[in-house]
């Protein structure tokens, strides 16, 4: 038996903008924001009325960098399973002992951190809130040249049941952004 599938039209704007890249990022312990947020799992979005206990933490980068960015991709298969991978990559300029000390943090065994992050489009996610992200991946390069970067990149990664969440009003997220 077939199982019916509720249809919706997508339309496209011309006054909406599309701009890749990042504009923000804040992360959070997941266990400081659980009791916090509330997810409504029917329209994908997050109510979060009042600032969580304990703050996130605000990383800088250059949202010029040609590199940051998030992705969250499903895949579903035929048996009705299916499996989201959210992927945010970051840039940090400099290999210095500060980046490497907060970078090396992240790997912490067990970890779950959830990511607030904004695009550069305007669109707002709060993502790795199910299961947490975890930092798959940190890379360190000086560069060859005097044109080449000296930078660290990280890559945080999750493995979720929904694509990311989004705030229902500005309040929400205004509350989820707040940093130490």
């Not at 048996?79 to 970051?90: A, E, F, L, Y």
């Not at 360190?140 to 049941?161: H, I, S, Y």
């Amino acid at each position: 038996m077939a199982c019916a599938v509720t249809l919706t039209t997508i339309t496209t704007s011309c006054t909406e903008s599309y701009s890749g890249g990042l504009k923000s990022l804040v992360l959070h312990n997941k266990a400081d924001i659980v009791d916090d947020v509330t997810i409504d799992e029917a329209t994908g979005e997050f109510v979060c009325p009042s600032a969580p206990t304990t703050p996130g933490v605000a990383l800088g980068f250059n949202n010029k960098d040609a590199f940051s960015n998030f992705t969250d991709v499903v895949t579903a298969n035929p048996d009705g399973t299916r499996n989201v991978v959210p992927t945010i990559q970051m840039e940090f300029a400099r290999m210095s002992v500060e980046n490497r000390t907060a970078l090396m943090s992240l790997t912490q065994a067990g970890a779950e951190i959830v990511a607030a992050v904004e695009t550069a489009a305007g669109t707002q996610h709060l993502v790795g809130f199910e299961f947490g992200l975890i930092a798959s991946s940190i890379d360190g390069a000086t560069g060859a040249n005097r044109a080449d970067k000296n930078r660290f990149q990280l890559t945080l990664v999750g493995d979720e049941n929904s694509l990311s969440y989004q705030p229902t009003a500005e309040v929400d997220w205004t509350s989820i952004n707040t940093v130490a």
